[in-house]
């Protein structure tokens, strides 16, 4: 049976892959098997690339015993968030407007898991242009929590949590805007890393909000996290806001504990209104850990941070009112109605955006208008000023932060869809680093007395991803977190 | 700050949404909300603070003007919802005669 395959991490799989003891279409094979198995229950893919995936496997096993050189994660499957391209496979972005469009390129991202030698599995569920927090916003199916299949497994990378977490691919990309990584990462028990902003090419990345978004890893160990993030970073000359510096090697990160490092506690954070009381048990407790393994425990404040979300829910919209003024129903996409051109693009977009890609447009078109560009978006901007004059100050006296990921555990379907405002304050933790563009991982701490994974987060200094790494690696360690669903409502399918 | 129907139509055309009667009612509600919360960015942000379009230093990149391979015609145009002749086929878009 190949249970063992579809339970074992991205790491165990590649040592017995390079050892000869597995090949890439036996896992390929088992994985697929699983979503099969899974898929009707959590619904985490729009689209399932069986076939690629069978081919991709037995070429890679092909070549490898030509005893060619084979990629970094070569044989490993890899669910692809839908938000990036992928020549000739359909990708959608969540979004009806893309419904049946099959790009003529690839992303970077995915070019450089081909060069990797990865196996792509199929393209993942999300929040339609990766804006919400539940997954509830894609236009195509609801993906569900693997942990308890009435609640929501997060958002916008809905469908790649929910993959991962059903054991239906050791690891996904997920894209993170506001908390996109993160939060659905908290929601299901796994690690979900955002890079600093630049670190991973945003080219064929379908664009949300340019200044903010930023690719990263879902896995469910942090050395997965980290296999997988090292296989896509660096620069590439394809997006100009690419970082030039070379990606650190993370490896030696990842033993190398915490003794010694000063962590800083973020004091509004724990403090804040919101807040479960398990999540905070949660986080407090991971704090207490870490300063037994050695770690310096220091108080920060992040004073500006609690205006993060409004002057996000300024910037973001905004940056997205510009960037899906190319779904005009010209090149790509649906095209609707006839008329003149105007006419015709205002019936494509009204028939082809949901109700909050509609809403976020118009905040940003509002917010950019003749007259209140100064009041909402260059006021947005000083205050971004304000947020990253923090964390300089807060990394001052410390290392790395640590704070709770979201401030409450997955909420049931339909909770917040008729309150837009209070699904963004879910965001309200996540928001900050990604307006600073600072790393920031969430790591498993554990369930809450609901049975619910609370996740915990790290934040580090720009190009600090390892030290993010260290905390994160020696946090799971200690903590011991199994990533395996259970519970009364979890996802009935035996491995 | 409260959003008019007037209001969110106008918005509405410059975005280029054909918005229903139903959507320009529950839209100018929420947004006069979210509005309301985002306006509280004004509390901090004074005019000697001076705003952050980027949060990572970098400066414009330039690369040699040499020719390169780029997606052949067909291509692109491949996913066109109408073309002709190798070309995107768009409504008339410019008044007067044919």
């Known amino acids: 049976m190949s249970a063992d395959l579809v339970t074992a991490t991205a790491a165990q799989l ?25 898929e009707t229950q959590v619904d985490a893919f729009l689209h399932v690339m069986h076939d690629e995936a069978l081919a991709a496997a037995a070429d890679v096993d092909r070549r490898r ?7 970094l994660l070569a044989g490993v499957p890899v669910a692809l968030k839908d938000i990036f391209t992928t020549r000739g496979v359909p990708t959608t ?10 790009p003529p390129y690839d992303s970077t991202v995915t070019a450089r898991l081909h060069a990797a030698d990865a196996v792509i599995v199929g393209k993942t569920n999300m929040d339609e242009f990766a804006m919400g927090s539940s997954g509830e916003n894609s236009a195509f199916k609801l993906s569900r929590n693997p942990w308890d299949l009435g609640r929501v497994p997060g958002g916008s990378s809905a469908g790649s949590v929910a993959a991962v977490a059903a054991f239906q691919a050791p690891l996904a990309t997920g894209t993170d805007t506001g908390g996109s990584i993160r939060q659905p990462a908290a929601f299901t028990g796994l690690v979900g890393a955002k ?5 991973v090419s945003r080219y064929g990345m379908i664009a949300f909000a340019s200044s903010l978004d930023q690719c990263g890893p879902i896995a469910r160990t942090v050395t997965d996290a980290a296999l997988l993030l090292q296989a896509v970073a660096g620069h590439d000359p394809m997006d100009s806001t690419s970082i030039p510096e070379p990606f650190p090697d993370l490896r030696p990160s990842l033993g190398a504990g915490v003794d010694g490092l000063r962590i800083g506690v973020v004091r509004e954070f ?6 479960e009381p398990g999540v905070r048990d949660r986080t407090t407790e991971a704090i207490e850990r870490l300063g037994k393994l050695g770690a310096d425990i220091v108080e920060v404040s992040l004073p500006h941070a609690v205006y993060g979300v409004s002057a996000y829910y300024l910037i973001a919209p905004s940056e997205c009112s510009s960037n899906l003024s190319r779904f005009d129903g010209v090149r790509y996409g649906l095209r609707v109605g006839a008329g003149t051109a105007e006419e015709m693009m205002a019936a494509t ?7 909050e890609v509609k809403r976020r447009i118009m905040i940003g078109t509002y917010a950019l208008s003749a007259g209140y560009y100064d009041a909402y978006y260059a006021q947005a901007q000083r205050v971004r000023t304000l947020i990253l004059r923090d964390f300089a100050a807060a990394f001052e006296q410390c290392d790395a932060l640590v704070s709770p990921t979201a401030p409450t555990t997955a909420f049931a379907f339909g909770d917040k869809t008729d309150d837009p405002l209070a699904m963004y304050l879910n965001d309200v933790f996540t928001i900050p680093a990604s307006l600073a563009g600072s790393p920031a991982v969430s790591v498993p701490g554990g369930l809450d007395d609901q049975g619910l994974p609370v996740g915990v987060q790290i934040m580090a200094p720009v190009l600090g991803e390892d030290v993010m790494f260290r905390v994160a690696a020696a946090l799971e360690a200690e903590l011991g977190f199994d990533p395996t669903p259970r519970g009364p409502n979890a996802l009935k399918a035996a491995l | 700050m409260s959003l008019s129907t007037d209001d969110v139509r106008h918005v509405a055309r410059l ?3 054909a918005l229903t009667d139903e959507e320009v009612d529950s839209l100018g509600a929420q947004l006069s909300d979210i509005l309301a919360y985002a306006e509280k960015v004004g509390e901090v942000a004074t005019s ?4 952050t379009s980027h949060p990572y230093p970098l400066r414009n990149v330039w690369r040699d003007d040499e020719p390169r391979p780029s997606l052949p015609p067909a291509e692109a145009i491949a996913t066109a919802p109408q073309a002709e002749d190798g070309r995107f086929h768009v409504p008339r878009i410019v008044e007067g005669e044919a």
């Open chain 1, 65 to 71: 015993a030509a005893g060619e050189q084979l990629g």
């Open chain 2, 48 to 51: 000697d603070v001076p705003p």
């Open chain 1, 195 to 199: 890079p600093t902003y630049g670190r």
């Open chain 2, 15 to 17: 975005a280029r949404l």
């Open chain 1, 14 to 38: 590649l040592e017995r892959l390079n050892a000869g003891d597995v090949s890439a279409a036996e896992v390929a094979q088992a994985h697929l098997d699983r979503i099969e198995a899974t």
């Open chain 1, 270 to 275: 724990l403090e804040s209104e919101g807040l």
């Open chain 1, 349 to 355: 977009r009204e028939q082809g955006f949901g109700a």
């Open chain 1, 93 to 102: 972005c969540g979004s009806k407007i893309l419904d049946g469009y099959r």
